[in-house]
């Protein structure tokens, strides 16, 4: 099985700060590789697919990079409605999620 | 719009049984697989496996497999989650999930709460 190791566990940024949080995987999972964000109470929003695709309605402030057991999400310029926990998900073999990455504003 | 809509939470104690369900609209039920999802209180996400709601196969995890079922009611646009002997540590909030993009999950149901308790 593929494990997804994500960090860090914890983020604390100002607004206007870029942000940036990381997965990497076992193994090469050739960037099939999503992004989901979490607030309190919701279910998870899908924010990217695929390494780099950004999902219909969400901000261009969000971004995604990465190729091979490495993958980064960034958020450009943070603003107060991220606050959140993000999740990354591999789906090149079978399904697995990081662990998470809670983001709060300083 | 696209909707996945869950059934209410559940109080069990431990030894009985639940079933959840996932009620789909706004898109074509048996064109796009069904994942299930667990997250215990305060924990991350642990997916649970899925189904394929053309042909009614599931999928388990490896951690799921035994006291979980998956199921449809595909007429109805429905999948629903079986989970019997619950335990204590099934208490968690249980999400499904639309296989979208290469079969991701993408359009999420709101989470249903199953609390096992004595």
């Known amino acids: 099985d593929i494990q997804m190791t994500q960090s860090p566990s914890f983020l604390s940024a100002s607004v206007g700060d870029r942000v940036t949080i990381n997965c990497k995987a076992s193994?090469?999972?050739?960037?099939?590789l999503n992004w989901y964000q979490q607030k309190l109470g919701e279910a998870p929003k899908l924010l990217i697919y695929?390494?780099?695709n950004l999902q219909t309605g969400i901000p261009s402030r969000f971004s995604g990079s990465g190729s091979g057991t490495d993958y980064t999400l960034t958020i450009s310029s943070l603003q107060p409605e991220d606050v959140a926990t993000y999740f990354c998900l591999q789906h090149s073999s079978r399904f697995t999620f990081g662990s998470g990455t809670k983001l709060e504003i300083k | 719009q696209i909707q996945l809509v869950q059934s209410g939470p559940e109080l069990k104690k431990p030894g009985e049984s639940v079933k959840i369900s996932c009620k789909a609209s706004?898109?074509?039920?048996?064109?796009?697989?069904m994942h299930w999802v667990k997250q215990a209180p305060g924990k991350g996400l642990k997916w649970m496996g899925w189904?394929?709601?053309?042909?009614?196969?599931?999928t388990y995890a490896d951690d799921f497999k035994g006291r979980f079922v998956f199921s449809l009611e595909a007429s109805a646009s429905t999948a629903n989650l079986q989970i019997s002997n619950l335990k204590n540590e099934d208490t968690a909030t249980y999400f499904c999930?639309?296989?979208?993009?290469?079969?991701?999950?993408?359009?999420w149901g709101q989470g249903v709460m199953v609390t096992v308790s004595s």
């Open positions: 695929n390494t780099n």
């Open positions: 706004g898109y074509t039920f048996t064109d796009y697989a």
């Open positions: 189904i394929n709601t053309y042909t009614g196969k599931p």
């Open positions: 193994q090469n999972i050739n960037k099939y």
């Open positions: 999930a639309r296989g979208g993009f290469y079969g991701s999950p993408d359009y």
